[in-house]
């Protein structure tokens, strides 16, 4: 069964910490791995990764997929208030002539001052 | 900046009423999708569309239609509203057919069905 795990489920940690999320996926024929940040409702893109051991970065965020062991991790840095939101991993696959999204149950980060 | 509208952010009906949810892009963007998402069962395709009147069915299309008329505007459609469709509806919208992976979301419609 295909399937996109998200660790850990929530998290709580202080201003200034650094946090690792992580996407472990079960998936065949693996097209891309993406990253969303969900605020309040809105799901806004972070990052996609399709190589392994290319790391991706936005200011305090970084990613990095392993398609060896099958996973992904997220980075963030000195992290602010700001951070506070629920972290979204999905992973694309082809399915027969089709192409299909599996998204992870996400992260809930909270960023305490 | 590209924007994704959708007409309500919160809506109550009551069982058995029809639905519309509407779901405006302003990028001229081929692919539009509608989502729900539900805790501990994250988020989950209804139907997606690719071109304009064009619709295929994603992972839970039962008991939901869809509407593109226009290539700006994705319709979803309860025909008979249930109480197991209380959910977040989320509609998104991505630049061109077979481009799946930076997608663009609208805020949300929480739907609660009594």
């Known amino acids: 069964e295909d399937k996109v795990v998200q660790s850990p489920l929530s998290l709580v940690v202080h201003e200034g910490d650094t946090v690792t999320l992580n996407c472990s996926y079960e998936v065949t024929n693996f097209r891309s791995l993406l990253w969303y940040k969900q605020e309040k409702k809105a799901p806004t893109f972070l990052f996609m990764l399709t190589s392994s051991g290319i790391e991706k970065k936005s200011g305090r965020l970084s990613s990095i997929l392993d398609k060896k062991e099958l996973f992904s991790i997220l980075n963030i840095t000195a992290t602010q208030t700001g951070d506070s939101a629920v972290y979204l991993c999905?992973?694309?696959?082809?399915?027969?002539?089709?192409?299909?999204?599996?998204w992870g149950l996400g992260t809930s980060l909270a960023v305490n001052p | 900046d590209v924007k994704v509208t959708q007409s309500s952010r919160y809506l109550v009906k009551r069982t058995g009423e029809k639905v519309f949810l509407e779901c405006v892009q302003d990028?001229?963007?081929?692919?539009m999708f509608w989502y729900r998402q539900d805790p501990g069962l994250g988020l989950r395709l209804i139907y997606f569309s690719y071109d304009v009147k064009m619709k295929e069915k994603g992972d839970i299309p039962e008991g939901y239609s869809v509407s593109r008329e226009k290539k700006e505007r994705f319709s979803l459609i309860l025909e008979s509203a249930s109480t197991n469709q209380t959910s977040m509806y989320l509609c998104?919208?991505?630049?061109?057919?077979?481009?799946?992976?930076?997608?663009?979301f609208g805020s949300g419609t929480q739907l609660s069905v009594l």
């Open positions: 999905a992973v694309l696959y082809n399915a027969g002539n089709n192409r299909k999204l599996i």
């Open positions: 998104a919208s991505s630049v061109t057919r077979g481009v799946y992976e930076k997608l663009f």
């Open positions: 990028m001229d963007h081929e692919n």
